[in-house]
């Protein structure tokens, strides 16, 4: 069984840069089968994808945060990292990490359980 | 971006009971639409992919149906553990959007 645990600290203060990793267990971040994705949650609010690797480094971000969102990937860690700068309060969201299926219709498919992040001085 | 607008946003409802909740997006998006289960701290479950195909280990009583623009999920039979907010995602283009999300709570 796939599994999906995100790490990181919970606390950051404004301007300053948020950095959380995913570590993915039960199946290799190398295959050619999926994406590897961030996902966020504000508080009481709804779903936001912010963007995606695949295992060669190819990315694709939500164009609203492109300035400031990287995604990277340690294929010999099997784990997949975010980087946002320059954060503020409005980045404060339960953030999640996931699996992208590449089939003729994709869908996130292994779902880490998330980690809270707040953006306060 | 494609806009996902679920109805209604909360029901409340009884064990046992028949629940369907509708998402419908801004252009069509043919079958590319999938649900999901969120509980708090908890990893996000995908119930349905591509409109109606039930995903693997999920309870039969989950149901979906719908192409184009209109979709829905139904629980055939609630039970104590579904209890819970669902999300439909549609992933016909990029950026993948959800629904704002049902919360299903016990009445």
């Known amino acids: 069984q796939v599994q999906l645990q995100e790490s990181g600290p919970g606390l950051v203060k404004p301007s300053q840069t948020l950095s959380l990793s995913c570590t993915v267990s039960?199946?290799?971040?190398?295959?050619?089968?999926?994406?590897w994705s961030w996902i966020r949650q504000h508080p009481g609010k709804g779903l936001e994808w912010l963007g995606y690797?695949?295992?060669?480094?190819?990315?694709y971000y939500f164009p609203s945060l492109k300035s400031r969102l990287t995604i990277s990937v340690d294929t010999s860690a099997n784990q997949f990292s975010l980087k946002l700068s320059s954060v503020t309060a409005a980045d404060t969201a339960v953030y999640y990490c996931?699996?992208?299926?590449?089939?003729?219709?994709?869908?996130?498919?292994?779902w880490g359980q998330g980690t809270l992040v707040t953006v306060s001085s | 971006d494609i806009q996902m607008t679920q109805s209604p946003s909360s029901l409340s409802a009884s064990v046992g009971d028949r629940v369907a909740i509708t998402c419908r997006a801004s252009q069509s998006i043919t079958n590319y639409l999938n649900w999901y289960q969120l509980k708090p701290g908890k990893a996000p479950k995908l119930l349905i992919y591509a409109a109606s195909s039930l995903q693997t280990g999920v309870p039969s009583r989950f149901s979906g149906s719908g192409s184009g623009t209109e979709f829905t999920l139904t629980i055939s039979s609630l039970q104590p553990e579904d209890f819970a907010t669902y999300y439909c995602q549609q992933s016909y283009s990029t950026p993948p959007t959800f629904g704002q999300g049902t919360k299903v709570e016990i009445k």
């Open positions: 039960g199946g290799s971040i190398s295959s050619a089968d999926y994406y």
């Open positions: 690797i695949y295992y060669s480094g190819k990315t």
């Open positions: 996931a699996r992208r299926v590449l089939t003729y219709t994709d869908y996130f498919d292994f």
